[in-house]
């Protein structure tokens, strides 16, 4: 995920931003900063979905697989019909080798309407799941049916 900002040489900008956000130092990554900045909001607003979106992949981008899939399991009992949800639980499974689970996910995403089946192909955290025979042909079943 982008930064959400730029950086300020404005030292009040700094100081208001530094002291809203918590704890941000010169030595904390732009990463470390949003997951707290964002754990922050969470703690005050738990369903604060487009917050849980950006936490969970900011997670999964810091190596936080569990905690990662711990947070798409929230917004699914947030948005169970949304696919882009179960899109992205399956890359969390897929991450923890959990390939049973990551293609059921996978299936139910595209079940509800997730179909852009080329970026399914690129995408590394489904990486474990595309080596499955199961993902070429979960894609062959849906695609077939667009035809």
């Given at each position: 995920m ?6 300020s ?41 487009d ?18 899939l ?8 947030l ?11 399956a890359c ?6 959990k390939?049973?689970q990551a ?6 995403a595209i079940?509800?309407?997730?179909r852009?089946?080329?970026y ?14 199961r ?6 079943e ?6």
């Open positions: 982008s930064s959400q900002g730029k950086h040489s404005d030292k009040t900008a700094a100081t208001s931003a530094t002291s809203q956000a918590g704890r941000h130092s010169p030595q904390q990554s732009q990463l470390d900063f949003e997951l707290d900045f964002f754990e922050g909001v969470l703690n005050r607003n738990p369903e604060y979905i917050v849980l979106r950006v936490h969970g992949n900011n997670l999964t981008l810091k190596g936080c697989y569990e905690d990662g711990s947070i798409d399991r929230r917004i699914l009992e948005r169970p019909h949304d696919p882009l949800a179960h899109y992205n639980l969390s499974l897929s991450l923890l080798k390939i049973d293609l059921r996910a996978l299936r139910k079940e509800l309407g997730y852009d089946f080329r399914l192909r690129e995408d590394r955290d489904l990486e474990a799941v595309r080596r499955d025979p993902f070429r042909r979960l894609l062959r849906f695609e077939a049916g667009l035809v």
